[in-house]
Structures are given as C-alpha cells and as structure tokens.
C-alpha cells in the first residue's frame, strides 16, 4: 500500500538514551516533515527536507537532528532523550506542499 | 507567534447537527488552506482543501466557506454522525521559494458528536 511507514510504533526510553526514529515515503514526494503532537499543543514542525540533500529547522528544532538519507527515507534522532522529549512523532511527505500523507505516528516515552 | 489560528479548541454535537470549526490566519502569502481529520491513535489525513480563489467548496457534508477580505476559512460538517468524532486541523501553505513549501497547523478541535 502507498503511503507513508514510520517505525518503530511504540518506544520507551530513559533519560539520555538515544534513538533514531525511521520514516520512509513510496510516493516519489519531494518534500518531508517531521511533527511532534503534544495535548493542546497541535502539530509543532519540529525539522522538514525540501528536497534530496537539504533539512531545515522547524519550530521545536532543539534535542532533534535529522537525515535524509535519500528520496524515500527521511529520519530523525534523539542523542540524549529528556521527558520533554515524551510525545507522539509523525512523519508526513508531500509534492510541493499539497495534501501531506502521515504516517500512523510513533508514541514515546521518556522516562 | 500562532499564523493560524482555530476555534473552539473542543466542540460537542448532537447527531444530525452541525458542526462548524472556524480558523483566521495573518500571512496573505498562505496560498492554499486544507483541513485534516484525526482519529485516535491515527495520523491525520486530507478531508477537503480549497485555494483563495474560490469562496465556498463541498464534498458531501464536508463544505470549507473562505473568506479572503476577513482572512478566515471555516468548515462546516452536515448531518454530523457519531462516526466524525475526531480531531480536526485546519492548515495553510506557503511556498517558501525553492522547492519549499510548508504548512502551518492550527492547534485543532475535538468534535464529538452524540448519539
């Protein structure tokens, strides 16, 4: 099925463990975000990639970095996770910012 | 700083109701507007979108209204059923130049509707 894979689901994590959250897209999308939700918060951008070989900071940037390894898989990193960090992470693709696809999110906790 | 803003932050319904959620946004550079729906434990996904240049859009009983002097767009959900409870973004998009497009979200709406 097209769309947009984010894996792991689910993660539990200590304060200053790392991780890397995978997302791949089989649309041929261009563009691709990262977003975190958090209760009353929204969807905060937290890094996007225009395109093949360029990221750029979102809002919430801070504790995250991210690759976008080629067309397809765009990935983002916690080095040192922080409860702050406990949300859920979507990943979405688009064609020039029309009708982004998400993933099905991935929830973690820092504890 | 919010560009979009979204109102009410929740919304209950009796079936067969209305459902209207409202967002105004400030940058008159945002060219497109969609909406989103939301079920728990889901991403979000495309539920209608229209452009500035159109005032009123419709798919079935989902009607997006957008008024471009008052910078505000709003959708309106007939017939409301138990089954659209969900949450609901409204979004706007920006062309950044090169190839840089985002969307800006508004901080969604909880709709509930009764039975």
Not at chain 2, 20 to 32: G, Q, V, W
Request: proline letters at 5%; one cysteine or more.
């Amino acid at each position: 099925n097209a769309g947009v894979t984010q894996t792991p689901k689910f993660q539990v994590l200590k304060t200053g463990q790392s991780m890397t959250l995978q997302c791949a897209q089989d649309m041929n999308h261009n563009s691709m975000y990262w977003y975190r939700q958090d209760p009353g918060m929204g969807l905060r951008l937290i890094y996007y990639s225009a395109s093949e070989g360029t990221t750029d900071k979102g809002e919430v940037p801070n504790g995250y970095n991210v690759s976008r390894l080629n067309k397809r898989e765009f990935s983002l990193r916690l080095e040192s996770a922080a409860p702050s960090q406990t949300s859920v992470y979507f990943c979405a693709s688009s064609l020039r910012g029309y009708g982004y696809t998400f993933g099905s999110g991935t929830r973690l906790t820092v504890v | 700083q919010q560009q979009v803003k979204q109102s009410p932050q929740s919304l209950i319904v009796q079936k067969g109701g209305i459902s209207i959620i409202n967002c105004a946004y400030e940058n008159t550079a945002f060219d497109y507007f969609p909406w989103y729906q939301q079920f728990p434990g889901k991403g979000p996904a495309l539920l209608i979108a229209i452009r500035p240049d159109v005032s009123e859009k419709k798919e079935g009983r989902f009607t997006i209204s957008f008024n471009k002097s008052a910078k505000q767009f709003s959708l309106h959900i007939m017939d409301s059923q138990p089954g659209d409870s969900a949450t609901y973004f409204c979004a706007a998009r920006r062309d950044g130049g090169g190839s840089n497009y985002k969307l800006t979200f508004g901080k969604g709406t909880l709709l509930t509707v009764n039975p």
